[in-house]
């Protein structure tokens, strides 16, 4: 019992140093590039760039094809490119996808005039990007301030890549006033500028036609480009206004407006009533729950004015979200397999020896993970869940067959316990190789997408080894000390009852 109670605290011990994760990285053989260009940006500028992008990456032998498309999505803009890249099957390449998406990186740093980011094609969860910090608050200014040092705080965490902050580049704008008395004066009203420019600058549709594919296409009718190529231009365009005889004439735009350049953000996202900016980034090697650790230390230093608070989204949101139901799923699976012993051994105090044997699983589970350096993810906690009916079968062995033994051939419990263990060990052998094997090709990563499905195969063989040796000797040893106290409260309570 020492030494079961030993290798239990070291198997805590050991779980307590093992990092978490929402999901193992898997190598897909795919992933994405998502480049973005300057605010004031054209889809030619954007071609250009995706162009050396694509320049970048089309010698590296492990990649088998590529796709790129600009302004794809329901919000892409001519800003916004992405370049789908199909890697070679893994047994057909040297590298792994994680080191070419580090080769890339790499090479696409060279390039100006984009922000880009490697990301997961069809990842599980919530956002692109693993790891997303919330600052929320009113003010815009600080918010801006604030997210610009937490993005220089998390390029001191190595492991932390392709940093990037919601309203850190603003979009420019030319701005125009109608000077209401000078408008007044001349006759023409705000809204007949608005529509005026409005025809003139971003076109009037005037009629339209069906293509061959049967889709309706308008035509606009605007000035050419070269006439609304820059602000002064737009500044002597011409709009009609009564001339006080009945007819209309020609006044310059300059006339009965103001002008002033400016800058507003790309874009205004809340949550929970107040403004918020988001720092994304990707991780490399580095996962999900240590990430959040170290950012969340880097935090504590900004020191930011009351009203503003710093929280996390993207994955590390998922990952404690899912943490917390699985926790739950695994308090309600220890409390149904009680009820179901309880009720098949008619006893409250017999399940409780089988009961033992699922705390002794947790010391294999941590000490496998450790050692083939996986995670506490969502395959490996759904792993502990399935150990807590699977470890229980060989005590449920052990004690009902020394229970038949004790009531069918009239043994005493110390040599019906002991016969048991003699009796029962083949068959407790057997059923747990047969499922070591069993979970063998998961344990080792084969396939495509093993990686991900390997820690779950890692915790149950770990379980299955620890409690499958020390259940031989605990559960017997519980055993004997419950039937003991059984007894005792019998005799203590005058035989009343059944216990």
Known sequence: MLSAGVAFIVGLGIMSTLESSFMSNE?????????????????????????????????????????????????GTVRDGLLYVKLKEKSERKLGQFEIQRQVRERLRSISGITFSIEEVGGVGSAAKPLGVDIKGDDTAL???YAAQMKEAMYTIPGIVDI?????YDTPEYRLRVDRERALSAGVSSNDIVTALSTLVGGTAVTSYEDEDGDAVDLRVRLPE?????????????ITVPDGNGGTKLIP???????????????????????????SANLDNLPAGTAVKLVTAEAKKISMEPGYSIGFSGESEDMEESFRFMFESLILAVLFVYLILAAQFESFFEP?????????????????????????????LIGLIMLMGLVTKNAILLVDYAKVLRRRDGLPRTEAVIEAGRTRLRPIVMTTLAMIFGMLPLFLGIGAGGEGRAPMARAVVGGLITSSLLTLIVVPVMYTYLDDFSVWLKTKWGGKGHV
């Not at 009961?355 to 969502?378: H, Q, R, Y």
């Open 143 to 145: 918010l801006k301030k």
């Open 226 to 238: 070269s006439l609304r190529q820059y602000p002064a231009q737009i500044r002597d365009l011409k």
């Open 253 to 279: 735009l300059a006339s009965v407006t103001t002008e002033h350049s400016a800058a507003s953000p790309t874009e205004i996202n809340r949550r929970d009533l107040s403004r918020l900016v988001t720092v």
């Open 352 to 380: 409780l020896a089988i009961m033992f044997s699922l705390p002794l699983s947790i010391v294999g589970m941590a000490g496998m993970l450790w050692l083939t350096n996986d995670t506490i993810n969502i395959m490996s």
């Open 164 to 168: 990037s902050a919601t309203l850190e």
């Open 27 to 75: 190598d897909k053989s795919e992933f994405q590039i998502s480049i973005q260009t300057a605010p004031d940006a054209g889809i030619k500028e954007t071609e250009d760039r995706l162009r050396q992008v694509l320049a970048q990456v089309k010698d590296i032998p492990e990649i088998s094809h590529t796709y790129a498309t600009i302004g794809a999505g329901d919000s």
